[in-house]
């Protein structure tokens, strides 16, 4: 393709997306200098009373109450929220495909089902799902941020999908995600940047950024998200909302597409994220309570363990020992965050729960291991990916490239690593040992902690920050060194919004000693002003495998937040 | 080190394997031409009739049983299992490390409990298990069939010898494999060759080729062999044995010494092997109860699932529909192994299950992708372990070059593919692409099954040989196509003893039109006269992660089998 052509292909498919949008669903946008638009579905004028309500019930289980006894009907409750998304669309720009005459054919069948058979055709009936841009739908594009991929519709629907289909669910909109996916922010040259409903000049956080903008804005009730290095995570506690990051192949990947297709020494997972917890549960379990590795091969035959849900193995819920891990030594987090924390402790012990302090282990080491995995072909993968329209590889996320005085969109992964090397298979092996043993050094590291948990137990589960930062300023959020642990070690992961950074409270404190270049960058990102007002969240730390658990767990500190509020 | 220096090195180690030998113990060996060694044991005089009774006690409940109950002590049942364990090394050269004195102090201490506490240690209390030459144990040398790795003791137990102590047993000697581990034969530098026991002419299949003669010779009543291309199963059907093939990391590998460390493609499984399924259940359900996950980080995160052993997905056992693969259309095994599967046919209809022909899959485009991703570093890591003594790396089994008119160890991998080539990360992950597209493709295949089988399921298991031959010649057997298919696609498989060959029944057919050089070379092979008194096994082949229900399956089977030869 000659050069350029990519862009005027891009601007063609933008246009494209603006024509699909029906006219009637225009609003008028308020000014780009106005940060906060959480407000905007409320008093614009496009939403009718009723479907503010249905788009106001936050609780996925009371939303799937009313559609399985037909109080609301699929049409409504999807109109409703497409009529938001596209609200969201407007002010955040968070999505990637709509159409909205085949989501709403969807419904038709599926309110059609109820009336015909007086019953629901699954645990997810009527519901309408947006979908981060990665998970192929029949028919349709699955650009996922490159030029190159524009105009190739996929075969067929992805397993995910298929499985959305069976479950009764209405898959109604895709949401818009990073060049390449491998950054905590969303930009593309296709689709443009995703901006925080909290504070536009923020990042929602990435990849699954159009997700976490989406559903902060309540225009879609449940997102399915991915995440490889932290993109659940990040744009989940960036945006205020529930996300799970489940084990490898505990959820069907089967046919979504992604980057480094074929990379299996880390996996990409894919993850729910909502605005309650009761989402997380209910679709984390109908999907596997659904058979996955019926049409997933890769996917874990492990059916839903309800004694597992009920913390059989951490005590039954009752007296537990978290660890809140402050710090991971690698990079200090922020003033609000280090509250949350405290926050979070107060209210576990004020529960009757034991929180000790969680000593970090080896986490550079198991970075740097985790940044070579993903570089391990040089980046020719994505560079493969550009070629095919000629568009630039990204090489920031940042509007302007000097708008701030620290280049932390500079991974701290080139200060340590240098640039990635494309190695072999051989040296690639090489490096899979070293992460077992990193595995295993942590696990053994974490059973050890049976000493001195007073339980006879390890520690049920770590708590700490998923980003060193809240969101942050576009072109500024580089740290992924919370999040990738979980990866690395593949530890299942629930990221939870504790509160609101308040410039009262969180004061910058004086600087510390720094470890290294991020650090001190990060440490003078911090502006209490900037940041105030902006969702302060944490992520829950399990075992492999152990979603039961680790949901169970999530919604114990949930419960005991909410309680020590209100107390 | 100084060339022709290892083969002083390997003789020293092979002379203090002898010295190892309690020299009472040391018996009148049979004549080399003596074929069939199996009676060495009743007849040589070592054994007291005592012992005789407890090591020809081949049902691993059984002996459990009379060790919980003290009946019989765990130092003797260890003391008899290590001398028909060196009756079996004099005839077959089975073992690697040999440690009496260890065993008996474990065995003792085994005992004390008892005594002391009234109580078993746990499951496998007092049993004494042989393992294959991976297993590290604390303090000894895993040489592995390398020279290079003589005189390096290991700093720790692998997580298995640690459970198998915790669980009670006695890990009481190791196991001969091949140089790499790579051939489905037994031969080494170090150790030598082990032969088959039912004709030191054959060999007894490898890699876990030592397990195979020990467990044959009973001198062992419970064998750990490691498979990753079918190296538990080829053994066990050679050697008259039944032996389970978990799916990746249900049962913990971490620790344990392998070729090609850090290849996390296709993954070595380790799997019980004994000579009734009552030890192949229960070690796999010790195993799995006592959470392998707490201390392999890899483990699956799945309880022991008694419905799934129930059959609750496989009509309950009754009335189930199996698939025969009679040729996988690569290479047509030999009259006995037809025979078997006619016989097993019979005897499932017999037991009221319908049993319906499986067509093969796509057979040989896995087969590509499997070896071109063991071969993916070209050789490299195993001519660097060669490299540390000087040895050769070994291209043969064959004993004489110019033994067999077919050069059938000559892997068809080398006509088809050419040499392997060391590629890059990038190139790797490609052949993951392919490898994850042959797998969806095969389970949307089975799956598809569904229409035919007339039980509302997809077919519930499907029977097919392990090797296109039985035990053969030394040199002789190149094939792994149709054990490796489910390493590839990582189907829970299970090898089972069927019939013997029979030269009056198994006549050599004429020639079929040949698919490949293998093909052929496999059916010059056979002679009806040389292959006769023989065992002839199968596979049963499950789903992924499906180890309840492949056990239940597989002793189904197994009980149909013996009601028929009874009727």
């Known amino acids: 393709m000659a050069a350029k052509d990519w862009q005027k292909l891009c601007a063609e498919r933008k246009e494209q997306q603006l024509q699909s949008i029906p006219k009637e669903w225009l609003i008028q946008t308020p000014p780009e200098s106005q940060g906060n638009v959480l407000d905007v579905p409320e008093t614009c004028g496009l939403l009718t009373d009723r479907e503010l309500e249905i788009t106001n019930t936050v609780d996925v289980d009371a939303l799937l109450g009313k559609l399985a006894l037909g109080e609301w009907s699929s049409v409504e409750v999807t109109t409703a929220f497409y009529k938001r998304a596209i609200i969201a669309q407007q002010v955040t720009n968070c999505l990637t495909e709509i159409f909205v005459e085949q989501a709403l054919a969807r419904a038709r069948v599926v309110d059609e089902h109820l009336k015909q058979t007086g019953k629901t055709i699954g645990p997810l009936h009527g519901l309408p799902i947006s979908l981060k841009d990665q998970f192929s739908m029949k028919g349709?594009?699955?650009?996922?941020?490159?030029?190159?991929?524009?105009?190739?519709?996929?075969?067929?629907?992805?397993?995910?999908?298929?499985?959305?289909?069976?479950?009764?669910?209405?898959?109604?909109?895709?949401?818009?995600?990073?060049?390449?996916?491998?950054?905590?922010?969303?930009?593309?040259?296709?689709?443009?940047?995703?901006?925080?409903?909290?504070?536009?000049?923020?990042?929602?956080?990435?990849s699954s950024g159009g997700e976490g903008a989406l559903v902060a804005m309540r225009g879609s009730p449940l997102g399915v998200g991915t995440d490889i290095g932290g993109s659940v995570r990040i744009p989940s506690v960036f945006c205020g909302l529930y996300g799970l990051r489940p084990s490898y192949e505990r959820l069907p990947y089967q046919g979504a597409m992604n980057s480094q297709l074929g990379q299996e020494s880390?996996?990409?997972?894919?993850?729910?994220?909502?605005?309650?917890?009761?989402?997380?549960?209910?679709?984390?379990?109908?999907?596997?309570?659904?058979?996955?590795?019926?049409?997933?091969?890769?996917?874990?035959?492990?059916?839903?363990?309800?004694?597992?849900?009920?913390?059989?193995?951490?005590?039954?819920?009752?007296?537990?020992?978290?660890?809140?891990m402050w710090d991971n030594d690698v990079v200090k987090p922020h003033p609000p965050l280090i509250r949350a924390m405290e926050i979070t402790k107060a209210a576990l012990e004020a529960a009757g729960h034991k929180v000790i302090d969680w000593i970090p282990h080896r986490h550079l080491e198991i970075y740097q291991n985790t940044e070579r995995i993903f570089g391990a072909d040089g980046g020719h993968d994505f560079r493969a990916d550009c070629e095919l329209s000629g568009e630039p590889l990204i090489q920031t996320m940042s509007p302007t490239e000097d708008a701030h005085e620290y280049a932390l969109d500079q991974p701290l992964a080139k200060v340590l690593l240098g640039e990635p090397e494309h190695i072999s298979a051989f040296k690639l092996w090489q490096l899979h040992k070293e992460k077992r043993?990193?595995?295993?050094?942590?696990?053994?590291?974490?059973?050890?902690?049976?000493?001195?948990?007073?339980?006879?137990?390890?520690?049920?589960?770590?708590?700490?920050?998923?980003?060193?930062?809240?969101?942050?300023?576009?072109?500024?959020?580089?740290?992924?060194?919370?999040?990738?642990?979980?990866?690395?070690?593949?530890?299942?992961?629930?990221?939870?919004?504790?509160?609101?950074?308040?410039?009262?409270?969180?004061?910058?404190?004086?600087?510390?000693?720094?470890?290294?270049?991020?650090?001190?960058?990060?440490?003078?990102?911090?502006?209490?002003?900037?940041?105030?007002?902006?969702?302060?969240?944490?992520?829950?730390?399990?075992?492999?495998?152990?979603?039961?658990?680790?949901?169970?767990?999530?919604?114990?500190?949930?419960?005991?937040?909410?309680?020590?509020?209100?107390?």
């Open 437 to 567: 043993d990193l595995r295993k050094s942590h696990l053994d590291y974490w059973e050890a902690t049976k000493a001195v948990t007073g339980t006879g137990r390890p520690v049920d589960a770590i708590i700490n920050p998923a980003v060193a930062s809240i969101a942050c300023p576009h072109g500024t959020n580089s740290d992924a060194f919370y999040t990738t642990m979980c990866n690395s070690l593949d530890l299942t992961t629930y990221a939870f919004p504790v509160t609101f950074a308040d410039k009262e409270l969180d004061v910058k404190p004086p600087p510390h000693q720094f470890r290294n270049h991020e650090d001190e960058a990060i440490y003078h990102l911090y502006d209490a002003e900037i940041f105030h007002g902006l969702p302060v969240g944490l992520q829950l730390i399990g075992r492999t495998l152990e979603e039961e658990g680790v949901i169970a767990m999530t919604e114990l500190v949930d419960r005991a937040l909410k309680a020590h509020k209100v107390a």
């Open 266 to 324: 880390i996996s990409s997972v894919l993850g729910p994220m909502t605005v309650t917890p009761a989402g997380v549960r209910r679709f984390t379990r109908a999907i596997i309570d659904a058979k996955p590795w019926n049409r997933d091969p890769l996917a874990v035959r492990k059916p839903w363990n309800q004694r597992e849900y009920e913390l059989e193995e951490h005590g039954h819920g009752i007296g537990m020992c978290f660890a809140i």
């Open 140 to 206: 349709k594009d699955t650009i996922m941020g490159y030029a190159g991929w524009i105009g190739k519709p996929a075969e067929q629907d992805c397993v995910l999908v298929e499985m959305l289909y069976d479950l009764g669910a209405v898959p109604f909109v895709r949401t818009n995600v990073p060049q390449t996916l491998m950054w905590g922010e969303t930009y593309n040259h296709v689709f443009g940047r995703t901006t925080n409903p909290y504070n536009r000049y923020m990042t929602p956080g990435g």
